[in-house]
């Protein structure tokens, strides 16, 4: 049962950077994997996902200022953020694409001055 740990959250002001690591407690090189982001009083939505090769595509809403990418050696999928929102402000998880189970906890994003 894959299992995984998102951090790399914090507070940052409008133009900022954060990249969020997603650790693998199981072996996560054989999936498709995802980030994902829930605002306050909405519903989570796709953010980017990348292949097990390393193709990574994104959504509209972050493409160019998103990029998805992954360690297979560290077992880990990071999302490099730059040029941050307020509207970015939300819960970030990642989980294999497809895949159904118990996500993990996410970590917090807040995009404030």
């Known amino acids: 049962q894959v299992q995984v740990v998102e951090s790399g959250g914090g507070l940052v002001q409008p133009g900022g950077s954060l990249r969020l690591s997603c650790e693998g407690s199981t072996t996560l090189s054989p999936y498709t994997m995802a980030w994902y982001r829930q605002a306050p009083g909405k519903a989570r939505e796709f953010i980017a996902r990348?292949?097990?090769?390393?193709?990574?595509t994104s959504s509209d809403s972050v493409k160019g200022r998103f990029t998805i990418s992954r360690d297979n050696a560290k077992n880990t999928i990071y999302l490099q953020m730059n040029d941050l929102k307020p509207e970015d402000t939300g819960v970030y998880y990642c989980?294999?694409?497809?895949?159904?189970?118990?996500w993990g906890k996410g970590t917090q994003v807040t995009v404030s001055s």
């Open positions: 990348i292949t097990p090769d390393g193709s990574g």
């Open positions: 989980w294999p694409w497809g895949i159904v189970g118990r």
